[in-house]
């Protein structure tokens, strides 16, 4: 038991700092003291650590993070809460607050301000831009530990997934070429305020040092899987075949998908990412 109680405490701060919790920014405030505990406990935060915290609020977990880091960085894009933060971080010199999108900043100059610590991302995220966060995190090349976040439970899933599911898709390969995904707690909507509107889920990503499958060139590697999933009822070849950014002829693809000793009729959403890079490495070869 930590004796906190967030809360009251957040509900304290709303209501002295006349707050009102902005939908266009994705704003719903965690204020359970067991989950906050879980997330700061799943990312195993030390005094080793530079903790990125996207999208830090009233600072409740920033709070957390500060008394077990090395440092922190907090990046809020809403201004009305930064003299929130101000007064709720004013006791952690290890703790800084940018006012900015997120989507806009330049993390390397971030994580350069520290270069001998471990750097993990820490949030509770803006659901509606985790896909563009998530992704661009894993191909900014930072050499992050691990990423825990809370995303929606269903985008959770479909970062975990594999081929068979309905969830498997182009988000599935990106993070799963980068990162080992593990759900690590399911949280319902009654742990925050404003509740919303779906269930949500801590996720952690323990990035890897080498990507689980090789291949010549992972971007184009990508566009394939991209295209593949446009219009996933269909088969393999006619994805590549008409989506403008590939144009792999379909006898190649057929070829390649023969060569591996699979349908050459297959669909993308049966391909596994071993697979994907195979087929890529291949069409590579043909082109
Ligand atoms: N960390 C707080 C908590 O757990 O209570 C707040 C989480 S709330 C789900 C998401 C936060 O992300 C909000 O504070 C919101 O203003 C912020 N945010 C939304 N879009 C952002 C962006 N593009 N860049 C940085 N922060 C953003």
């Known amino acids: 038991m930590s004796g906190r109680d967030s809360k009251s405490a957040t509900m304290s701060i709303v209501r002295r700092h ?12 965690l204020t359970d003291d067991t989950v906050l505990e879980e997330i700061v406990s799943a990312a195993g935060v030390c005094g080793e650590d530079h903790i990125i915290e996207i999208g830090p609020g009233l600072g409740t977990l920033t709070k957390l993070l500060a008394e077990d880091a090395g440092h922190v960085t907090a990046i809020e894009i809403d201004r009305q809460m930064i003299p929130v933060l101000d007064e709720v971080l004013a006791e952690y010199d290890n703790t800084r607050v940018i006012c900015a999108d997120v989507l806009k900043t330049d993390l ?20 509606y831009i985790t896909t563009p966060i998530v992704t661009g995190l894993l191909e900014s090349g ?19 997934t594999g081929p068979g599911s309905k969830d498997y898709g182009a988000l599935s390969l990106a993070v799963q070429y980068y ?18 509107g779906v269930g949500s889920s801590v996720i952690r990503l323990d990035l890897y040092d080498k990507p689980p499958v090789d291949v010549k060139d992972p971007a184009k590697m990508f566009g394939i899987i991209k295209a593949s999933f446009m219009q996933r009822r ?15 002829p379909g006898d190649v693809t057929e070829a390649a998908l023969r060569d591996m000793g699979l349908d050459p009729m297959i669909r993308g959403e049966a391909m596994t990412l071993e697979q994907f890079a195979v087929f890529s490495d291949l069409v590579e070869n043909r082109a």
């Open 18 to 29: 006349n707050i009102k919790a902005q939908k266009k920014f994705g704003q719903n405030f």
């Open 108 to 127: 390397n100059e971030i994580v350069s301000a520290w270069p001998g610590e471990n750097v993990k991302v820490v949030a509770n995220l803006p659901y």
């Open 142 to 160: 930072i050499k992050f530990k691990s990423i825990t976040v809370m995303v929606q439970t269903e985008v959770a899933e479909r970062m975990q």
């Open 179 to 196: 990162a080992k995904p593990e759900i690590v707690v399911n949280v319902p909507p009654e742990c925050f305020f404003p509740m919303p």
């Open 234 to 248: 269909k088969t393999l070849r006619n994805s590549l075949q008409n989506n403008p950014d590939t144009r792999i």
